[in-house]
Structures are given as C-alpha cells and as structure tokens.
C-alpha cells in the first residue's frame, strides 16, 4: 500500500490544472487501465492515502466517489475498498463462460471442490430425464478471475457425457469439443438470491450479499440433456447480456 502511496505522489507531482480530486481519481484510473493495480486489489484506506498524499479527506472521498461512479472501483463499509472486477457474459454468444473471461482479457482457472459420481437427486434426475436411481456425474468447483472466486458452480452429467470426470482440469466446453460433443441448445433460468454463510466464505463476499442464481440447462442436436446446472454469481462482477 506504502508502494502505490508513492507512485500517487509521483503522479500527482507533475502539473495540472484540474482539481486536485481529479487528478487523483485519474492517476489511480491509469493505474487500473495499465494493470498496476488489478481486478480484486484494495487500494490503501482513505486516511492513509489522505496522509499519504497531504490531501483532505474529503478531496480522497470525491476522488473515490467518482471512480465509484465510473464502475472501477467497489466500496464495502466495514470491507475497504477494492478494484471492481467485470465479467461480460453473453447467453447468446458461442463458447463458454471459460472462454469468454479469456476474451476479455483475464486470468482464469478452477478450484475444484467436487468430481465424483453419485446417485441422481429426483429433481437432477427429473432434469436430466433420467431414471431415479440413475448414477450422474458431480462437479462442483469455484471459477477464479486473476485469482479472486466470482462464482460457485455445480453441474450434474449423464456418465455417457464425462466419463471419466477426474480427468477435467479446465474446461468442460473444449474437453466435449474435442470429443465430438456440441450443445446447440441452452435454457438458462435467472433468480436474485441471497448468499448464506458457506456461499460467503467460499466467494469472498459478506454473508446476505446478492447474488445471481443461473439455472442452465445444455441439449444436443439431438435434444438430448448434457448437462444440469446451478451456478451462483457475484452480482459485483458480472454483467449478462441477452440479444433477441
């Protein structure tokens, strides 16, 4: 935090004529558009930087204010304040949310926390349309963006889908891609929920904290299901776009 204080200074050393809570949301504006600050980071609390910089407090809070209102930074009382993290992802466009997230630009992986096979839940079974007692595949695994969780997801699959579901490392879209397997259909079913204690600590979020609740369900051509799933969100970082 002493670090990027000193290359405020810096920044704010050099001339200007606009207000001085101007120039700082600018300088830490570049430091978010240049990747020295990135997504997740916390920038130093308002009175350290007020100190810091020998500014008021309220020129740091109308600098905050303005970067808040720009979507580039989020500000949780009781949390700090960090470097807004986006996620644009299109339920119309090919490819999966994986492959979206690197589009954009960002560092993503998985942190699985289930791959195994179990016996159906009716309601997974219902959706599956499968026999009650039929075995499915368990996934369940937290989805990083440049090594913060954004979302928590767990996905049910016919055997005959993912096989051998220990051997998935990243993603579940290019692995069926390279085995001839290609959903053309895709339902998805949104709800705003609200995050419960287990949620919180694995997204790093306040407990009660909104999320947004994706049922997905994936067919093939021929109308066969792929693939059950509920994924759980951070409303902070994602932004869904449907085209009609």
Known sequence: MHEFITWLCRQLAQEAAAPRYMQLAAAIEMAIRQRTLAAGDFLPPERLMAEGLALSRVTVSKAMKMLEGKSLILRQRGVGTRV?????????QDGSATAQMLRNGSSVSNQWLLRTRMT?????????ALEGSATVVKLRRLRLMDGSPVSLETTYIPPRFLPDPERLEHSL????????????????????????????????VHSGTPLLRIIQTSRNARGEVLAFSETLCRSDVYEFEVNS
């Open 173 to 204: 879209h290019a692995l069926w891609q390279a085995r001839g397997i290609v959903p053309e259909g895709k339902h998805f079913l949104l709800k705003a929920v609200a995050c419960n204690s287990e949620m919180a600590n694995l997204l790093n």
């Open 84 to 92: 807004a993290m986006h996620i644009g992802y299109s339920c119309n």
């Open 120 to 128: 159906a839940p009716a309601e997974v079974a219902k959706a599956l």
